[in-house]
């Protein structure tokens, strides 16, 4: 007895004396790097050495392995405390509000567009989850399968229960890869385009997908190639195809080919596709083909496969007057001419046209084209769409440059840069800004240990800059939406294209530029005068605030926001703003905010009434910039209850 206490005496003992060397080692690495970061230091290389073996920032009561709490420390400070909204809103879209949306002219599809809430009748709860939810498969599994308690709605496993698209098995979706256009299944089909597109080489790297058909099973095997495609499809009587989309781990946003442009920058994707997808491409003058044509990258392609190619063979079977097929082939083929597109391809019911690759071809056909005024390709937030053609830049390294493989893309300098078409930026500010998200990026990976792991498949980036921390992050287990957001200093979406990844314009609506928009006599028509007089009234309101992103709840497993809150300081609610993220993260999804330190405090005190769980660190560089970090968790609750959001 009496040497096993000497011995956990001296056990002890040491365990003491080796947190005091620890402590007293990280105390002085501190000392050392406030000194040498004042300017009187001149230890750097002795301190980048140190850096390299001692950890002083590992947070031990940090855990973001799915459990109940995350094991999050919370401070216990009074807050406002946010109540679950009614079971009602578990799917809320409050930009695609199925209500409000019946209440807009269906010319056009206006409807199906963007209409959000003025500022008084925003929700300020928070949206629950539905009763049972589960986390998502790890991907791949993902892509094949669904917890039915996520998206509980069988109507479409009866509906197209003959196409392959979906099957309901026990507690499960199964997504088996077939589909309507994909009867030998997607990779089949996916095979057949790579035999006239370059997928295999990583020349195609990045893909729109209009109408999200057969619930992005055609997205969700082109990750086999490493192509990353964004679909887009309206709220409508397949209202589950996107949350599908985003719950088997595809990217995927609420959308419409109606007025207004796609919200993506001009030269944006190497290829888009429609499968079925049910859009007019020829009416409008042209319209929707012609923002097609805005979107794609010289030498981009077009893939339409199924109604009305080859109409011939297929009318009889589609059930539609072969002249009516005739003449939308024929619309198509006109306008894909006027537009300088190459036909490559039309085999069976798939047709696949080039875009041409500079202003050196199609000189004569330019002649006949309507071309837009010289205002920014890229300025499309709330923009009315036209039949007008975007012209191509004049530098010709941007329009005929060879294109690189994904793998060189990603970090070398995109041509917006080294053209110098975004003021202020260089090849030098771009390889510095990755060297730095490389550097921030490591740093959280230490505090989130699982940041890697394929524990969060969808990710956001709020404020996406030059797309370093997505960069940083590349990998086949994860895919990141870089926002966008229109009142930044530079818009370099373009430049995140340009590099293989894919994201997204967002901001608030200004009320000016909607009157601007439906002024014109056939959108007063449409709308009716009283509408415009109704939106007038509001305009104050609408001024006021930001908006909600185009998606389900419990999209995103983790959201990054950088300086978030200081580009929006004055422009838009805090509280609104944490909300919305709120309603898109997933229970037990993770938050990384970078800001400064009395911003994050205010983050802090709002978000520990929502039921997250907060930590704030220091800058990776110590104590010493006003820039703090702040990691959060979601708590794990669904619908049904009980109302407190207090911590555990």
């Not at 990280?26 to 000194?35: E, N, P, R």
């Not at 719950?247 to 499968?275: N, Q």
């Not at 003449?327 to 490559?344: G, P, S, T, V, Y």
Request: aromatic residues 10%; proline residues 6%.
């Amino acid at each position: 007895m009496t040497t096993k206490g000497n011995s956990a005496d001296r056990k002890s003992n040491n365990s003491l004396f080796s947190i005091f060397v620890i402590a007293g080692l990280c105390c002085f690495f501190y000392i050392l790097g406030a000194w040498q970061r004042s300017g009187f230091g001149k230890g750097d290389d002795l301190a980048r050495e140190v850096a390299k073996h001692t950890d002083c920032s590992v947070l031990d009561n940090l855990n973001y392995q799915t459990s109940g709490d995350a094991g999050m420390i919370d401070d216990g400070a009074q807050v406002k405390q946010f109540k679950p909204c009614e079971d009602k809103y578990i799917d809320y879209t409050p930009c695609q509000d199925q209500t409000r949306a019946m209440t807009f002219p269906r010319d056009d599809m206006i409807y199906r567009e963007r209409h959000c809430p003025p500022d008084n009748e925003k929700l300020r709860c928070l949206i629950p989850a539905p009763r049972g939810y589960a986390n998502p498969f790890p991907w791949p599994k993902s892509r094949d399968y669904v917890p039915f308690v996520n998206a509980p709605y069988k109507s479409l496993t009866v509906e197209k229960a003959v196409q392959n698209w979906i099957q309901y098995e026990g507690n499960v979706f199964r997504f088996p890869g077939g589909g309507t256009q994909f009867p030998h299944g997607a990779d089949a089909y996916i095979n057949e385009l790579a035999s006239v597109i370059p997928m295999d080489n990583g020349i195609v790297r990045t893909a729109l997908d209009t109408g999200c058909g057969e619930f992005a099973s055609f997205n969700g095997y082109l990750f086999k190639k490493n192509v990353i495609a964004m679909s887009f499809a309206p709220r409508d009587s397949h209202e589950s195809q996107v949350q599908f989309a985003l719950e088997r781990g595809v990217p995927a946003v609420i959308g419409v080919l109606g007025t207004i442009k796609l919200p993506y920058p001009s030269r944006a994707f190497d290829m888009a596709h429609c499968s079925r997808c049910l859009i007019p491409w020829g009416a409008n003058d042209g319209m929707y083909m012609v923002e097609i044509d805005r979107v794609l990258r010289p030498g981009g392609y077009w893939v339409l496969s199924g109604p009305p190619i080859n109409w011939k063979n297929n009318y009889q079977a589609w059930q539609r007057p072969k002249e009516e097929l005739e003449e939308e082939q024929r619309k198509i083929e006109e306008l894909a001419k006027l537009l300088c597109w190459e036909k490559k391809h039309e085999i069976g019911e798939i047709a696949i046209w080039q875009k041409r690759i500079n202003n050196g071809f199609c000189r004569e056909q330019d002649r006949k084209q309507t071309t837009c005024k010289p205002t920014s390709p890229d300025d499309v937030w709330y923009k009315k769409m036209e039949a007008c053609v975007t012209p191509h830049p004049e530098t010709d390294e941007v329009t005929g440059a060879a294109w690189q493989p994904f793998s060189e893309r990603l970090n070398a300098v995109p041509s917006r840069i080294s053209s110098g078409s975004i003021p202020g930026l260089s090849a030098e500010t771009f390889l510095e800004d990755n060297r730095i998200w490389k550097k921030h990026v490591n740093a959280y990976k230490r505090i989130n240990n699982v940041i890697d792991s394929g524990r969060y498949r969808n990710i956001m980036d709020m404020n996406a800059g030059m797309g370093g921390f997505a960069a940083a992050l590349e990998s086949p287990k994860l895919w990141v939406m870089n926002v966008m957001p229109t009142i930044s200093e530079r818009d370099t979406l373009g430049v995140i294209y340009e590099r293989g990844l894919i994201g997204i314009y967002h901001d608030c609506l200004n009320s000016a530029r909607l009157l601007s928009l439906l002024s014109g006599a056939k959108y007063t028509s449409a709308l009716g005068l009283n509408y415009l007089v109704m939106i007038q009234s509001r305009a104050l309101l609408w001024c006021n605030g930001c908006e909600a992103f185009s998606t389900y709840p419990r999209t995103y497993d983790l959201i990054h926001a950088n300086g978030v809150f200081s580009l929006y300081e004055d422009k838009c609610s805090m509280e609104d703003i944490l909300l919305e993220m709120d309603r898109i993260l997933r229970p037990e999804g993770a938050v990384i905010f970078r800001d400064r330190g009395d911003v994050l405090t205010k983050v802090r005190k709002i978000v520990g009434g929502m039921r997250w769980n907060t930590k704030m660190v220091d800058h990776e560089d110590g104590p010493t910039p006003s820039e703090k970090l702040l990691f959060a968790v979601k708590q794990y609750w669904v619908a049904g209850e009980n109302n407190s959001t207090s911590s555990p």
